[in-house]
């Protein structure tokens, strides 16, 4: 997919489509990180903190609810 580096007010940017803020739900205000990797340019998105644990947290619990006869059998 092509965009084009516009000037937005005093500034320059790219507009990202519709339908790829939609497939990755993102709305105006969301914190993207730019990585530099050679010449390519990759956004990924910014996790709050909080955010990230609670979401770590899920799969952790997700994990020891799925293997808790196995955790138990190796604490013996």
Do not use: H
């Not at 790219?14 to 530099?36: H, S, T, Y």
């Amino acid at each position: 997919m092509n965009v084009t580096v516009r000037k937005i007010g005093n500034s320059e940017g790219v507009i990202l489509p519709k339908e790829v803020l939609e497939r990755q739900n993102l709305r105006a205000g969301d914190k993207l990180v730019l990585i530099e990797e050679g010449n390519e340019l990759r956004l990924r998105r910014v996790e709050d903190d909080a955010e990230e644990f609670e979401r770590k947290m899920n799969i952790a619990r997700e994990r020891m609810k799925k293997y808790e006869v196995a955790y138990r059998a190796l604490a013996k």
